[in-house]
Structure formats: C-alpha cells, structure tokens
C-alpha cells in the first residue's frame, strides 16, 4: 500500500480502489455517505478552496521527424526536453507543479508518449504548452488526447488524515500508469445516497487485496468531457488486469456509461522518450 502521502483520498463512481484502509476491527473500510449530494436540504455554500488540477497531455510524432538528419534531431531533441524541464523547474514552490512523463511507444497506437502535469492554476497548463509549442520539435506533435481534472474528497469513503485530507496529490512512483477517461449513467444519479453507497461498500470491499495499485481519482465534471480521470500507478501490470476484471463482476459496474480509451504508460525519463522516438 503507498503511504499517505502518496494516496489520494478515495475512489469515484465506478473505479477501482486498491488498498483500502481496515476498520477499526480489522474489516472492511468504514465509510461515509452524502445524504444531501446536490444541495438542495443543506444549500451547501460553495467551496472556493485551492485544490489541484491535473492534466493528461498525449502527443503523437509525425514520422517525418524520423527523417531529418541525426544531428539535426538530436538539437531539436535537446531543445524539447529543456523547454519541458523549465516549467516545473522555474516556477515558484507555492505553484505546486509537479510533472512526471511516460512512453507509449510500443503499447498505443495513436500516442507516443504522455507528461502527466499537476498544478493549483488550470492556466500554469497553457504556459506549460506554449514552452513546448515554441521550440522546433513542435512543429512535428500532435496531441490526439488531452484531458484535464480536479481533485476533490471522494463522497464515499471516510477522510484520511495526511496530503490535505484527500486534496492534495503527490504521485507515485510506480513503473506503469493505467489511465482513462470515466463517465457514469444518469441512472446512477437517480438512485439513492444509500444505494449508491451499498454498491461503493461492495466496491471498494472487493479491490482491498490489490495493495500494489495505487489509485488517483479526479474530478472533470463541467471542465471536460469525462466525469472523472481515473489512473492507477503500480509496478505490477497483471495484478491491475486481475483488479478490473474482479470489478466488472460488481454491481456498480452496471452503471458505467463509458471507460474507454484506456491507456498503459511506461515511466520514462523526457530524454529516454526522445532517444525512443527517433
């Protein structure tokens, strides 16, 4: 199991959580239910506090890359990295940037590699992308998918004291990144706290013996597409294999609308990714 400040708080609608805290009697986790979740009884105050947003940023290589001379590639190369290095390098510790990259080179089709980006602004996102679309190695990206999301306390499980009860994340370290964009029915909504609740219980109950994945669960509701993203670090990619296949037999599971694409990122240094390319 991570330590705490490693492991974000909780697990969104639907998705895996391994390693889950025991009760005080060494059984299942104690949880916690919102009997009000959209407001109406308590006309909750709107909660205006820092937290973290994170991005998801693929991009793809143009194959003509491949074709400019060595020493040509290798200038651009060294110019991509630099410019990559500089935005969580150069900014101020108050920022709270943090990065971390991953090849999908072999594994996916339509990326080639991933720099997964946290920060307390959204716009710290744009400079992060203007440093890169300024350098020459640009000129040769794509970027098929980018998704962006936030963090915030999970309404089905109990706080864990440590990393801003659950708002704060600090990656983990894991060789493999399991990620994917997650997007519920609107017929869980129509049920009740309480049987959402029940189905999180069991959830969550049936993920505890997975203690080498480590999950971080965001929130994109109205600033993307997905309701959630959802990524998974580990070290041991069959044991999340086992993780979601024993998930699918949950009674949640009836209420995913959508869990695709899903992407298996290898953690890479931005210079081992580049000499991987071309």
């Not at 708080?9 to 998705?15: I, K, L, T, V």
């Not at 059984?27 to 994170?54: C, I, N, W, Y």
């Not at 710290?124 to 640009?138: H, I, K, P, S, V």
């Amino acid at each position: 199991m991570a330590d705490e400040q490693q492991r974000p708080q909780g697990a969104p609608e639907g998705a895996p959580q391994g390693g889950g805290r025991p009760g005080a009697g060494g059984g299942r986790p104690k949880m916690m239910v919102d009997l009000d979740p959209s407001g109406q009884v308590t006309q909750r105050e709107p909660d205006r506090a820092k937290r973290q947003f994170l991005n998801y940023a693929f991009f793809r290589l143009d194959p003509a890359f491949r074709r400019l001379p060595r020493e040509e590639q290798a200038e651009l190369k060294a110019e991509f990295a630099a410019a990559a290095a500089s935005w969580e390098a150069e900014a101020p510790r108050e920022a709270g940037r943090i990065q971390r990259s991953y090849s999908l080179v072999g594994v996916r089709g339509d990326a080639d590699f991933m720099l997964w980006r946290i920060a307390f602004d959204v716009r710290d996102f744009t400079e992060a992308q203007g440093r890169l679309n300024r350098t020459r190695l640009a000129g040769y990206l794509t970027q098929p998918y980018n998704f962006i999301s936030m963090q915030k306390r999970s309404q089905y499980v109990n706080r864990v004291e440590g990393s801003g009860h659950g708002l704060e994340l600090l990656p983990g370290e894991g060789q493999f990144l399991f990620i994917y964009p997650f997007v519920k029915t609107r017929a869980w909504y129509d049920l009740t706290p309480l049987a959402r609740q029940g189905m999180m219980d069991e959830h969550i109950h049936a993920s505890t013996p997975f203690k080498g994945v480590r999950i971080n669960t965001s929130y994109s509701y109205g600033i993307d597409d997905q309701e959630f993203i959802v990524s998974f670090d580990s070290d041991y990619p069959q044991e999340f294999v086992d993780l979601v296949h024993r998930l699918r037999y949950t009674e949640a599971s009836n209420y995913t609308l959508s869990d695709t694409p899903m992407f298996t990122c290898v953690k890479r240094t931005v210079d081992e990714i580049l000499a991987d390319l071309a």
